[in-house]
């Protein structure tokens, strides 16, 4: 019995846009997606201005937030994958931003 493979392309994020509870990923096979911002906590927990500060990586598979050192492939969007951090690294992150900018660790 032979078994045959089927190879998806996974498109090109194109655009990005966050608002107050969701990512949304224009991708360039036109298809829109669109998922819950509580599926990133750090992007959740990020100011308007932190996340509207990404850039495309790997010529648009992913995403990155260099503030929040976060970063959100295409693939795992398209797969339905949220954020894989752990409750334990969360929350060091988390006690890090109430922390004055000077005492912050450096990256």
């Given at each position: 019995?032979?078994?045959?493979?089927?190879?998806?392309?996974?498109?090109?994020?194109?655009?990005?846009?966050?608002?107050q509870?969701?990512?949304?990923?224009?991708?360039?096979?036109?298809?829109?997606?669109?998922?819950?911002?509580?599926?990133?906590?750090?992007?959740l927990?990020a100011?308007?201005?932190?996340?509207?500060?990404?850039?495309?990586?790997?010529?648009?598979?992913?995403?990155?937030?260099?503030?929040?050192?976060?970063?959100?492939?295409?693939?795992?969007?398209?797969?339905?994958?949220?954020?894989?951090?752990?409750?334990?690294?969360?929350?060091?992150?988390?006690?890090?931003?109430?922390?004055?900018?000077?005492?912050?660790?450096?990256?």
């Amino acid at each position: 019995m032979s078994t045959s493979t089927v190879e998806l392309a996974i498109p090109n994020a194109e655009r990005v846009i966050v608002t107050q509870d969701t990512l949304q990923v224009e991708l360039s096979d036109g298809r829109m997606i669109a998922v819950p911002l509580a599926w990133y906590p750090r992007l959740l927990h990020a100011s308007k201005k932190e996340r509207g500060n990404w850039r495309l990586i790997g010529k648009g598979q992913g995403i990155h937030w260099n503030n929040l050192d976060e970063d959100i492939s295409v693939e795992g969007l398209l797969a339905g994958r949220p954020s894989g951090e752990s409750q334990r690294s969360f929350k060091k992150w988390l006690a890090s931003r109430a922390l004055p900018r000077s005492k912050r660790p450096r990256r």
